[in-house]
């Protein structure tokens, strides 16, 4: 414990993103929250929509999420499924199980199963997917400033027999940066047994229980209503931005695995970025023209 106290201090003092990442975080208050990223923003370049997306934007701060019609066809939903069932992940709480190929050679112990950010950003349509330009252009009027693509992620999540809840299975709110908002992306069909996302929409723009903790089930119930519970399914392809400074958790998957690909946009980088761009605009398979400034945490421009 004093150990990583201790490593955890050194990378405040060295590294940028850790002194940001711990500064804002001891921000509670939504009303001095919003003050604050109104203040970043404001000094961040601006980003030029292609297309007028206010209305969208509009719903995605009102209440939370924004569900996302066609933005994976069918053929990139299945290179992409087959790319992460072919390469290795792990279990981060529970490293000794190694590095393993999911869900077939997944040791029964395991609970979530993420791939490094040198496997993510080499996913065929995942820096693709994640440049949308429509997908920016609500981002971008969300965060009321050019967004950056400061951590991008995929994980499997497999049945487990107790179906107990652990980490971010239970409630909490991200504290990713001051402001910051998530596209998730399902890769495999999601219904009640395979892991389906529960938010509480609303509840990022309600100033309670900003204590950065778990929270069970019944305080969530007790401080929004039994009503307020919303629970996401979908097909493979099903894909929606959340802001998830408002409750969320993943539900355990009691049957079925599930996988699904993430991206972080936010107004700074990110402590679960990579430290250095792990590839290059228009080189093995990256897209050319999509905008450096934007991907500049995981690609170079030259």
């Known amino acids: ?151 991008m992620t995929a994980w499997w999540s497999m049945p487990n027999k107790d179906g107990k809840a652990e980490q971010a299975e239970q409630f909490h709110r991200d504290v990713d940066d001051i402001r910051f908002v998530k596209l998730f992306c399902y890769l495999t069909d999601v219904d009640e047994t395979s892991g389906p996302h529960m938010f509480v929409p609303g509840s990022q723009n309600v100033d309670k229980l900003t204590t950065i903790r778990r929270y069970e089930d019944r305080e969530i119930v007790q401080a929004f209503g039994a009503d307020s519970l919303c629970t996401f399914t979908g097909k493979a392809g099903t894909a929606f931005l959340e802001n998830t400074y408002g409750f969320h958790r993943g539900v355990p998957p009691r049957a079925k695995p599930r996988l699904l690909f993430q991206v972080l946009y936010s107004l700074r980088n990110s402590i679960y970025g990579p430290e250095k761009p792990a590839g290059k605009i228009g080189a093995n398979g990256i897209p050319s023209g999509i905008d450096p400034f934007i991907n500049r945490v995981y690609l170079s421009a030259d």
Do not use: W
Request: net charge positive; proline share 7%; charged share 25%.
């Open 1 to 151: 414990m004093l150990r990583d106290k201790l490593a955890r201090g050194l990378k405040i003092l060295t590294d940028q993103r850790y002194r940001q990442f711990y500064t804002q975080r001891r921000i509670r208050g939504v009303p001095s929250r919003e003050r604050t990223a109104d203040s970043l923003a404001r000094r961040l370049p601006a980003f030029k929509a292609t297309s007028d997306m206010s209305e969208q934007t509009a719903v995605l701060k009102d209440r939370g999420y924004l569900f996302l019609d066609g933005l994976i066809s069918s053929n990139q939903l299945q290179s992409m499924r087959k790319f992460f069932s072919e390469n290795k992940c792990a279990d981060p709480y529970r490293p000794e199980l190694g590095q393993f190929v999911a869900p077939g050679n997944a040791p029964p112990q395991t609970h979530v199963a993420f791939f490094p950010n040198e496997t993510v950003i080499r996913a065929p349509h995942a820096v693709e997917i994640a440049n949308d330009p429509k997908v920016l252009s609500i981002v971008s009027g969300f965060l009321g400033a050019k967004p950056t693509i400061s951590y």
